[in-house]
């Protein structure tokens, strides 16, 4: 049984909402520092995975700056760095 894209956008909702959820409790902040901090690359897609943001370790391991990559959809960027 596959769910749809609402139901499962649900289940996370409930789930960051719900006080008996395993999740840790962050506050924003902190999340925020985690991003911005990490040496990790991380990158934020859409439903028809569009780069929607990144974070400044995206320019140092792939060598393109965030402003490049926003937008771009990031199927079509791994299979041409597949290629190349």
């Known amino acids: 049984m596959s769910l749809t894209k609402e139901t499962k956008r649900q289940k996370v909702s409930d789930?960051?909402?719900?006080?008996?959820?395993?999740?840790?409790?962050?506050?924003?902040?902190?999340?925020?520092?985690?991003?911005?901090?990490?040496?990790?690359?991380?990158?934020?897609?859409?439903?028809?995975w569009r780069v929607i943001t990144v974070?400044?370790?995206?320019?140092?391991?792939?060598?393109y700056t965030p402003e490049e990559l926003i937008g771009i959809n990031s199927k079509n960027f791994y299979s041409s760095r597949r290629q190349g």
Do not use: A
């Open 55 to 63: 974070n400044s370790s995206t320019e140092r391991l792939f060598g």
């Open 15 to 48: 789930s960051l909402s719900n006080e008996h959820s395993p999740l840790p409790k962050i506050s924003v902040s902190e999340l925020v520092n985690f991003y911005n901090l990490t040496s990790d690359l991380l990158v934020v897609y859409d439903l028809e």
